[in-house]
């Protein structure tokens, strides 16, 4: 049974959340101050009409929206979406005295790493992205958030996922575009027979691509798949974590490096393939710390292979279970740190005891950014300022460069 609502605002997650006697109800792909009707379970409801829309509301870029789960946003008028999105870090960081700057946009199609969903059914292959909230897989013909050549090759990675799949179950396909072609690397489609790897390995080599992997296992790599830091060029490995856009990461290391453009020796923590590292290693001596080491050694040989760079050193350590010390920091007159969602406290509370002058904290979640920041603030940093950067386009993700200062003791 469907009931009329009224949407009262935005939830975290891109939802409308309307006031109901039980509690709010959140229903995707509304906005605040719209009448809909939808069929309710429990909190959420599905969205199926709108009786009166707001004058916000536009028409989605893509045939797939609401369909498809990748996009949560893409009715919201842009500049109201792009105010939204801001809001949000100034949501989260209510309470640390610091102006937010504006958003740095994100364009669309521009998008160069999609993870994609796969499954054999009895009509044939589906590739595309999971229905919003749930396992069921939508079959895609366009992208507006990714890269042209994503896209253009969707026809080919259907048919690759085809040949690979050994499972009856989902699996999932991370496609990059790097300097040498498409990069992808499949993850829980089954053990491939040597025939099958033939076939796949053949059919590689046809379309153009860079590299087949499966479950971290390179299949066949017909060119070594490149991506430039800066003036490094690094070979990535399989599924190698990277900046969603490459715009964005060029903003942040801009940013980053106009910070620490007076830090002779640089500690870059979660420092992954080198985004950072290697760009600041044009000024900078450089010690990047990751746990990761299939990303650990792809920078190391970028940068030993790159030349007009100072000298960088790296390190291999779980920083969740062993942070840097603060003892160990105080080697280093500039930082940045870049962790997954779940922030790094830890390591924040020894950067907090540290003498280190500059510090760039780097964030998807502006919510362990706060948590984080809050930690340096009273560990004697001043923040002296924060951009949010949408690389997550019509997604309720925003990424944060924040960036802060403490005065060196003398020792």
Known sequence: MSARFTIRKLG???????????????????????????????????LMAVLEASPLRVDPACRHFTECGGCALQHFETEAYRGWKREKVVHALKGIDCEIGELVACA?????????????????????????L??????ISECPISLPEIVAALGPLKALAGLICATTKSFRMAVTVTASGLDVAAHDSGKLGEHQRRIASNFVIAQGFARLSIDD????????????????AVTVPPGAFLQATEAAEQTMAEIVGGHLKRAKKVADLFAGCGSFALRLA?????????????ALSALDRGSRFATGIKRVTGERRDLFRRPLTFKEL??????????????????SKQIARSDVPFVAAVSCNPVTLARDL??????????????PIDQFLWSPHVEAVALLEKPKRRR
């Not at 995707?28 to 009448?35: V, Y």
């Not at 001596?285 to 080491?293: K, T, W, Y």
């Not at 809050?374 to 951009?387: H, N």
């Open 12 to 46: 975290s997650q891109g939802d409308g959340i309307a006031e109901t006697e039980s509690g709010d109800l959140f229903i995707p792909f509304t906005l605040p101050g719209e009448t809909v009707t939808a069929a309710r379970e429990r909190d959420r409801a599905t």
């Open 108 to 132: 669309p199609r521009s998008r160069r790493r999609v993870v994609l969903a796969a499954r054999r059914t009895e009509t044939g292959m589906l590739l595309g992205f999971n229905r919003h």
């Open 134 to 139: 749930s396992p069921e897989i939508i079959s």
């Open 217 to 232: 296992e390179i299949v066949i790599e017909p060119r070594k798949p490149v991506v430039m830091f800066g003036s490094v």
């Open 282 to 294: 044009a000024k900078s001596e450089v010690h990047a710390v990751e746990g990761d080491a299939a």
């Open 330 to 347: 105080n080697a280093f007159d500039g930082l940045v740190f870049d962790p997954p969602r779940a922030g790094a406290e830890d390591q």
């Open 374 to 387: 809050r930690i340096l603030i009273d560990g004697g940093y001043s923040l002296k300022s924060v951009t």
